[in-house]
């Protein structure tokens, strides 16, 4: 077969190829699309199955680990729930704007000493966001850490720096 022959050859398989991957790959967005929008209207059972069967395909991304353990969440699963946050997490997608719903898994999973290092982690890279310090202090408070709580709360209330 001549090289050109070849080429031509190639070139179409490639092409084939290709647009048969776009169609599979387009076919899981709009599935997911679809997930969201059940998510969206309150059809958690639903969502979260078609969620489920997309989880291993190249489009699922930590915003749908984060919708999956919403659903989760939503029908009380929260062990379920934990690992799809988890999954969230771990993606580098994670939004601070979720950080409260974490951390309620992980209290209602008895995970107090994740809770308390990731607050820590990030009291280390947001140490004047309050409401992550009010946070941080109901998790010692819960953890019976009273001393380290009511310095948190002072600190919180402007105390602690003005040394009153």
Not at 78 to 94: N, V
Request: proline share 1%.
């Amino acid at each position: 077969m001549p090289n050109v022959a070849k080429f031509i050859l190639y070139a179409a398989t490639v092409a084939a190829i290709t647009t048969g991957l776009y169609h599979v790959i387009h076919k899981d967005q709009v599935r997911l699309s679809e997930a969201h929008r059940l998510f969206r209207n309150g059809k958690y059972a639903e969502a979260e199955k078609r969620l489920e069967s997309l989880v291993d395909t190249d489009t699922f991304n930590g915003a749908d680990y984060r919708v999956l353990g919403l659903c989760r969440m939503r029908k009380g699963h929260h062990k379920e729930a934990l690992q799809a946050f988890e999954r969230y997490l771990a993606s580098g997608d994670f939004k601070a704007s979720d950080l409260q719903t974490l951390l309620g898994l992980y209290q209602a999973n008895g995970k107090w000493e994740k809770a308390l290092r990731l607050t820590e982690s990030l009291l280390e890279k947001h140490p004047d966001d309050r409401t992550l310090r009010f946070t941080y202090a109901r998790i010692l408070t819960a953890t019976d850490q009273f001393r380290k709580a009511s310095k948190q709360y002072r600190i919180i209330l402007g105390e602690y720096n003005n040394g009153t």
